[in-house]
C-alpha cells in the first residue's frame, strides 16, 4: 500500500513539474511575441516633420485657417495619408497626419489653403473664403528619410 501511495505521489509531483514547465514555455514564448511584434516597428511609420508659415498679403491673417495636404501620388508601398494643419492668425502651423504634429508620410501631396469668415452665414461660401479661389500653392513632394521641412507660402488679398 505504502509503495502504491508513493507511486501516486511521484506522478502526481511529475504531472505538477510538467504544468509548471508548459506555463513557463507559455508564458516565455506569450512574452517573445509580443518583444518581437514590438521590435518590428508596428506604430513607427515613415513620417517627415513639416512646419511653416502662410503669410496673408506678407501680414497677419484676419482669423485663424486651416492647410491641407492631399496625396497626390504615393512613393513605393507605403500609404496614401492625406495631412493637415491649423494655424492661427501669425499663419504658423505644424503639419500632422495620424495625430497633430507628426508630419507627412512620403509622397507627393497637393496643398491648400483655407481661411473663412465664420460670422455671416448667409453670404455664399466663396464670398466668406478670404483665399482668392484663383490661388493654387505649389505641390509638396516629401521624399523618405528627408530632414524636417520648412515651409512659406503668401497667400494674395482677394481682389
Not at 509503495?3 to 505521489?9: T, V, W
Not at 505644424?94 to 491648400?112: A, E, F, Q, T
Amino acid at each position: 500500500m505504502r509503495n502504491f501511495r508513493k507511486h501516486q505521489g511521484d506522478q502526481f509531483l511529475i504531472r505538477i513539474a510538467a504544468r509548471q514547465k508548459i506555463s513557463q514555455v507559455l508564458v516565455a514564448s506569450i512574452c517573445l511575441t509580443l518583444l518581437a511584434s514590438w521590435g518590428c516597428g508596428g506604430d513607427r511609420k515613415p513620417l517627415v516633420a513639416v512646419a511653416g508659415q502662410a503669410t496673408y498679403a506678407g501680414g497677419e491673417w484676419p482669423m485663424p485657417g486651416t492647410i491641407t495636404f492631399t496625396p497626390a501620388e504615393t512613393t513605393g508601398s507605403l500609404p496614401a495619408r492625406p495631412g493637415s494643419a491649423r494655424f492661427a492668425v501669425d499663419g504658423k502651423f505644424v503639419v500632422g497626419s495620424y495625430k497633430p504634429g507628426d508630419g507627412l508620410m512620403p509622397g507627393n501631396y497637393h496643398v491648400s489653403i483655407s481661411c473663412i469668415d465664420p460670422i455671416d452665414f448667409s453670404k455664399p461660401r466663396e464670398e466668406l473664403e478670404f483665399v482668392p479661389a484663383d490661388f493654387r500653392a505649389e505641390d509638396l513632394v516629401i521624399e523618405a528619410g528627408q530632414d524636417a521641412v520648412e515651409l512659406k507660402y503668401d497667400i494674395p488679398k482677394k481682389k
